[in-house]
């Protein structure tokens, strides 16, 4: 008989309890959350990390689409255009890298001359 009434009492117990875990979720359920500080900044991070994951996915499919060959052996551009003034646009290219020579070439030789000066300097 003691064995029924302990066995009563625990089933009576737990029926408590059991209610009072329902009172309680039934109250934290009416709680208001507010916006805080917190919740914008860990919404800011949220925000940071999506972009940054679609960032890395993108990538991804971009390089799926590359063709190595094309891009080391030149295959990737569109067709070059026929154009009658190509010699002209060479000659021109290399008129100007003449210039730039010349005018690099200047600037050695001042170079030079005042290496020059300084190893007299340094003599005497």
């Known amino acids: 008989?003691?064995?029924?009434?302990f066995g009563l009492s625990q089933t009576k117990k737990k029926k408590n309890e059991e209610q009072k875990v329902r009172t309680t979720k039934a109250?934290?359920?009416e709680?208001?959350?507010t916006d805080t500080i917190e919740k914008e900044v860990r919404k800011e991070q949220h925000q940071r990390e999506q972009t940054w994951k679609k960032t890395g996915r993108d990538q991804i499919k971009q390089n799926t689409n590359f063709d190595m060959a094309?891009?080391?052996f030149g295959g990737g551009g569109p067709p070059p255009a026929a154009h009658d003034d190509d010699e002209e646009e060479v000659e021109e290219h290399?008129?100007?890298?003449?210039?730039?020579?010349e005018d690099d070439g200047g600037a050695a030789?001042?170079?030079?001359?005042?290496?020059e000066e300084q190893e007299e300097e340094e003599e005497e």
Not at 1 to 5: S, T
Request: avoid cysteine.
């Open 1 to 5: 008989m003691a064995e029924l009434m």
């Open 27 to 29: 109250s934290l359920k």
């Open 31 to 33: 709680v208001n959350i």
């Open 70 to 72: 094309r891009s080391l």
């Open 94 to 101: 290399e008129a100007a890298r003449q210039e730039e020579e």
């Open 109 to 115: 030789e001042e170079l030079g001359q005042d290496e």
